[in-house]
């Protein structure tokens, strides 16, 4: 363990110092040990990221006060209760009646849960969220506006899983266009939607270059060799 913790201490290091002002580097804990988030805690990395709700809790209790967590994977209706009173960030709302949920277990802990709007990008059937033109039409559809216990805070998005790059990086430029619209359209008057979350352990360069700022990355911090 002892090793393993140096190798997730140096690559999260060498990871930060990479990346620009302003975006923010989430350590992708899934399927990793208590002990491996706690090397990555110890070398100064506060937000981490996990895609199942049990993962998240157990975590959240096993180690710092202070770690903003963030929910990254597909979310169940009925698992939101247990991750309501302290997650930092939903990166995976995937329909209005998601946000709708969402918004009804932050009223029962008093909070305004800040989420993100997951969009379809990848060539993949296999993925989550609003196509484009869906995100679009909930957004006009304007019933989010009575939901007071959540705060949509931005987009988050996922690139093919494919060699090509000149694909991702068409993709990651569509969300970024896409970001920027929703900005102007339904945000214009406040500063709350401010998050463009792409990018992964393969082409977390290219989406910072595309506009990302928060980025997610897992393998490349905590893969064993
Ligand atoms: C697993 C996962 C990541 C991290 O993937 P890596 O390729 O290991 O960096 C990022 N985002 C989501 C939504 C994931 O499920």
Redo the contacts with the bound molecule.
């Keep these: 363990m002892k090793q393993y913790s140096n190798i997730i201490a140096e690559r999260i290091e060498k990871i930060s110092a990479t990346l620009p002002q302003g975006v923010t580097l989430i350590a992708?804990s899934?399927y990793h040990p208590v002990e491996a988030v706690a090397a990555a805690y110890a070398a100064g990395q506060r937000h981490f990221g996990e895609?199942k709700a049990q993962d998240l809790v157990k975590k959240h209790e096993a180690l710092p006060e202070d770690i903003f967590w963030h929910f990254?994977?597909h979310l169940q209706s009925n698992k939101i209760k247990y991750i309501a009173p302290f997650i930092h960030l939903i990166h995976s709302i995937d329909s209005l009646r998601l946000l709708q949920e969402v918004n009804k277990q932050g009223a029962k802990v008093g909070r305004k849960i800040p989420c993100l709007l997951q969009i379809h990008i990848a060539q993949e059937e296999t993925k989550f969220g609003f196509t484009p033109q869906e995100c679009i039409n909930m957004l006009a559809a304007g019933e989010w506006r009575a939901l007071d216990n959540i705060e949509i805070r931005g987009l988050m998005c996922?690139a093919s899983n494919t060699d090509d790059e000149q694909q991702i990086r068409a993709e990651f430029a569509t969300v970024n266009k896409l970001f920027h619209t929703i900005k102007e359209r339904f945000f214009a008057e406040s500063e709350q939607f401010s998050v463009l979350s792409a990018g992964?352990?393969?082409d977390y360069p290219i989406a910072i270059e595309e506009g990302s700022n928060h980025v997610?990355?897992?393998?490349?911090i905590f893969a064993m060799e």
Excluded: P, Q
Aim: overall charge positive; cysteine-free.
């Design positions: 992708v899934k895609s990254i994977g996922m992964m352990s393969d997610r990355v897992g393998s490349a």
